[in-house]
């Protein structure tokens, strides 16, 4: 195990109608008056953002409004929210939503602090050091932004996704009531169980020896995900299913179970083309993605692929072969997204074959990193698996 500190201050306050107490929290970490970002109407509909006004309004807090942010969110309406803010004095940021508007609610709170483009952070132009404190009343579980110091914004002028990290953009608190997520459709439940189980991945695929103890943190996230992830398409309403699935969703990504060991994060820039390019959902681009990855790193090391498909998926060990047992894990990783709605190759998910150089043209280098340094050609192989794949 490596050398790491872990800093996770985030206060996640969880459980049913916990929203009502926003306005509390909110004052406790020093707001006088508040953007709320939200999405679409949903929020509005459900009657989510009134409750979260009248209890801004019953402790004294000012607030005014700025929806309408898009899965992987734009600088557009960020710019917009910078100018909000500073047109209107607000010194907290409270999140309603899910993932894209965690993410964008960052970009708004660093941008504010910043005479310049906030882009020039997300372009790696300059390092993220002071931000707007910011608040989360979650309503999808998958991103972890609620929990995480990251954020994933695209640029519409090129339609680019790149992302910041900093721990001074997580959130002072989470609201996390899992009665929010019993509303979601299938389609988008299945992508946040995806983007819960990459996280993980993208952690558990390490070079790293000896990281038994966050292995196993691994291994027990994943398997409660293969569980509660057909339980809540069939069963939406399950409250208990839907709880064990959020909290999952943030300790997948507030990198507790990333501590000590090297991390990867290829699938995830190989995919935010995909999603920058076609605006696909990001878990339905992973589910196509990562399988993919797997195939082509799996003899990096057979027997961590191995390792994952026993502890898993229930894979038997083939010890004369355990590439075979590997090449299993990955079949049944792939079997399994597919089991809850998830495409598994670019015509399922909308992608074409024939932009795969432009999706390789524009990614964000990674060359140097993860698990398996990647260079054009091989992400250029990546996407082609990921064209062809079937069950």
């Not at 935010?272 to 799996?298: K, Q």
Request: proline share 4%; with cysteine.
């Amino acid at each position: 195990m490596d050398n790491f500190n872990f800093y996770s201050p985030t206060e996640f306050v969880f459980g049913k109608d916990r929203e009502n107490e926003c306005g509390e929290l909110v004052k406790k970490y020093g707001g006088t008056k508040v953007l709320i970002h939200y999405g679409g109407g949903s929020a509005v509909r459900s009657g989510l953002i009134d409750r979260v006004k009248t209890s801004l309004d019953a402790a004294g807090i000012a607030h005014v409004e700025l929806g309408g942010v898009k899965p992987n969110p734009r600088d557009t309406l960020i710019y917009k929210g910078i100018e909000m803010v500073r047109a209107n004095g607000v010194d907290f940021i409270l999140a309603v939503g899910g993932g894209s508007t965690i993410d964008s609610s960052k970009g708004i709170a660093v941008g504010s602090l910043y005479d310049g483009d906030f882009w020039d952070f997300y372009a790696k132009k300059l390092p993220v050091t002071k931000a707007l404190p910011i608040g989360v009343v979650q309503t999808i579980a998958a991103a972890g932004s609620e929990g995480s110091g990251a954020s994933v914004v695209t640029k519409e002028e090129g339609m680019l996704k790149r992302d910041i990290g900093s721990d001074v953009i997580r959130p002072k608190f989470a609201v996390q009531n899992p009665a929010l997520l019993c509303t979601l459709p299938a389609y988008q439940t299945a992508c946040g169980i995806t983007d819960i189980m990459a996280h993980i991945f993208e952690r558990y695929f390490t070079n790293t020896e000896e990281v038994e103890t966050t292995d196993r943190l691994c291994e027990g996230l994943l398997l409660a995900m293969v569980k509660e992830g057909p339980r809540a398409i069939a069963d939406p309403a399950n409250y208990q299913v839907r709880a064990n699935i959020m909290w999952a969703g943030t300790v997948a990504h507030n990198d507790i179970v990333g501590c000590g060991r090297s991390q990867d994060w290829n699938s995830h820039a190989i995919e935010h083309e995909l999603s920058g390019l076609y605006d696909c959902a990001h878990g339905a681009g992973l589910a196509v993605i990562m399988p993919a990855w797997m195939e082509y790193v799996v003899d990096h090391n057979v027997m961590r692929f191995a390792q994952m498909a026993t502890r898993v998926f229930g894979c038997q060990m083939n010890f004369e072969n355990p590439k075979a047992t590997a090449l299993e894990g990955i079949k049944a990783f792939r079997r399994f997204l597919h089991s809850i709605g998830m495409p598994i190759n670019f015509a399922e998910l909308g992608a074409k074959e024939e932009d795969i150089p432009k999706l390789v043209e524009k990614l964000n280098p990674g060359d140097g990193w993860g698990f398996v340094p990647l260079k054009a050609k091989d992400v250029t192989a990546i996407y082609t698996i990921a064209a062809h794949a079937t069950l």
